[in-house]
């Protein structure tokens, strides 16, 4: 399997744990931003950006760790998971 398709199978996962405990998950492209998160997800009244990575190997850029730390210090909520053990802690986070 290739780089995007293990991604892809985490990024997947994310999207049907989310659906199917009744939220809603959109793909984010933010014009002119590049490294912000993949995903937002609204989840039991919670917004979080979720930036998801390939199981083993995935790194996360410089620009996305200086994205992710400038919005959790503007006080939003920023997830990373690299695996389906990351995704369920999210989901349970976000489902207290």
């Known amino acids: 399997m290739g780089k995007n398709t293990l991604e892809n199978a985490v990024e997947n996962y994310l ?3 989310v659906e199917r ?3 809603i998950t959109y ?3 933010s014009p002119g931003q590049k490294g912000v998160p993949d995903r937002i ?3 039991n009244g919670r917004t979080a950006f979720v ?3 390939r199981p083993k190997g995935g790194r996360f ?6 994205q992710i730390d400038r919005m959790r210090k503007a006080g ?3 997830y990373t998971a690299k695996n389906k053990e990351e995704v369920d802690a999210i989901m ?3 489902s207290r």
């Open 51 to 53: 930036e998801t990575k």
């Open 76 to 78: 939003a909520k920023v």
């Open 92 to 94: 349970e986070e976000l």
């Open 21 to 23: 405990r009744g939220g």
């Open 15 to 17: 999207t049907k744990e």
């Open 41 to 43: 997800v609204i989840l």
């Open 61 to 66: 850029s410089k620009l996305q760790k200086w």
């Open 27 to 29: 793909k984010f492209e």
